[in-house]
Every structure is written in structure tokens, then in C-alpha cells.
């Protein structure tokens, strides 16, 4: 049986697989290679706190950016509407039906993205209510407008 690495390299069906353009430089760098897919999955596994994955070119970045999101859902408390559509956006894999061609896959960064950001701003939000508490009853209301 395959490792969790070894399924995560060995998955062809992936709309954007890793480094596809074959870059040979980290980008931002005239010397740094560019990081192989082995160390970015353990980056994106188990991610530092000023991680920010800046030596990746933007496919790969949005994908990283995807597991970080997959594994910060699953610790926040949201409704279920919030957390299915979330999910949906940082899904490793399109749906079957999605993937016959009827989402590019400059669509398919571009919802991996917005994803990855909504669970990132999901994540602060709850960061920040943690540090302060709910405060007033109108601060809690405004900011569940501003969600809805």
C-alpha cells in the first residue's frame, strides 16, 4: 500500500498537478531550485504560522494553499451550508461531472482560491473572537451579516 505521499505524487486525475510548467527556480530566486512535491506536501501538512509558500508559482501555491484549508475546516465551528461550500472550493478533486470539461482549469484555481481564502478568513475571524470574546451582541450581528 502506497504511503500518503506516494498517493498524493502517483495522482494523475488532479486538474492542476504539481509544477506542470517544469520550473526549474524557485520563484523570486535566481539560484533556488524549485521545491520538489514531496516537501511541498509536508509543508502544506503541517504548515508554520509565517508560512506562505512564496517560492511557488501559482498553480501549485492556489493547490498548497487548498490542503492548508482542507485541514483548518475541519477545526472550525460554522454551519453546515458554510462548511459544505467551503469544502467544495478546496476539494483536491473537481467532481466527476465537473471534470468532462465543464470547468476550466483557470476556473478551477480561481474557485480553489476563493475557497482557500474564505476558510482562511473564517479561520481569523474565529482567531480574533477567541482573543476578545463576542463583545457587544451588535458586534456578533454585524459580523454575521457581513457572513451571510
Known sequence: MPSVIGRYLENRERPLGFNLVR????RGSSTRPYPVAQDVFMRSSFPRADEDFR???LNDLINANRRVARQKLH?????????????RGIQELMDV???????SSA??????YAGSL???????IATVNEKVGLGPPWIYWELTDVLR
Open 23 to 26: 520550473h526549474r527556480l524557485a
Open 55 to 57: 517560492d511557488l508559482y
Open 75 to 87: 477545526q472550525l465551528e460554522m454551519s453546515t451550508m458554510h462548511r459544505h461550500l467551503l469544502s
Open 97 to 103: 461531472e465537473e471534470r468532462r470539461g465543464e470547468i
Open 107 to 112: 476556473v478551477d484555481a480561481s474557485i480553489g
Open 118 to 124: 474564505g476558510v482562511m478568513a473564517m479561520d481569523e
